[in-house]
Structures are given as structure tokens and as C-alpha cells.
Nanobody
Framework: QVQLVESGGGLVQPGGSLKLSCAVS????????IRWFRQAPGKEREGVSC????????DYAGSVKGRFTISRDNANNTVYLQMNSLKPEDTAVYYC??????????????WGQGTQVTVSS
């Protein structure tokens, strides 16, 4: 089974940037699509972005499109989420997940433990 570990979260001012990392072990990264989710207090978990396993195609939620960029480094088994122009409403725990596709119905194989992102002045 694949294991995922997120890092890179923290406190940032509105308009700032953070880069999250998702380190994958236990299986080859290019077998899975990697998805980023987030969950804010009192809200449901929402999908943020996804990068495909084979062609590296990407997908973004409308709320982050144009501000967030997902990328993968198969040689180092790591997926990144570059977050720019952060807003207070981006505050959440961010999770990466190994999935069998980028569609909403695709099964998730494994989850990371999450990393907190707080956007506040």
C-alpha cells in the first residue's frame, strides 16, 4: 500500500504563497493519480486539484484555478501544490491522496495525514 506524507503548510498573509509537498512511498508514483483535498472547520472536504498518472493532465477546482499549480516529480516520488495569491478562505487542512483517477468518483487508495494552511493577517 502506498504511504503519503504532506509538508509545507503554515501561516501566511493574504496574497502570499506556500508550496505544499506530498511525498509518496511504498509504490511507484506514476501508477496513481494524486489529488489534493482540503477541509476547513465546519465544512465538508472538497477537492482542490488533481494530476493524472499517465499523461500528467491536471484539474483544478474553480475556486483555485489560476492561483494554484499542481506538479509531480516522478523521479523523487513527490507531488507539489504551489499556492499563490492566497485568501483567508483558503484556510484549511490540506490532504493529498493516491487515487485511481481524477474523476470525483475515482476510488482513493491512501490518504496523507494532512498539513494545516492558515491565511491570516
Amino acid at each position: 500500500q502506498v504511504q503519503l506524507v504532506e509538508s509545507g503548510g503554515g501561516l501566511v498573509q493574504p496574497g502570499g504563497s506556500l508550496k505544499l509537498s506530498c511525498a509518496v512511498s511504498g509504490d511507484t508514483l506514476n501508477y496513481y493519480a494524486i489529488r489534493w483535498f482540503r477541509q476547513a472547520p465546519g465544512k465538508e472536504r472538497e477537492g482542490v486539484s488533481c494530476i493524472g498518472s499517465s499523461d500528467g493532465s491536471t484539474d483544478y477546482a474553480g475556486s483555485v484555478k489560476g492561483r494554484f499549480t499542481i506538479s509531480r516529480d516522478n523521479a523523487n516520488n513527490t507531488v507539489y501544490l504551489q499556492m499563490n495569491s492566497l485568501k483567508p478562505e483558503d484556510t484549511a487542512v490540506y490532504y493529498c491522496a493516491a487515487s485511481y483517477g481524477c474523476s470525483e468518483s475515482a476510488d482513493v487508495d491512501s490518504w496523507g495525514q494532512g498539513t494545516q494552511v492558515t491565511v491570516s493577517s
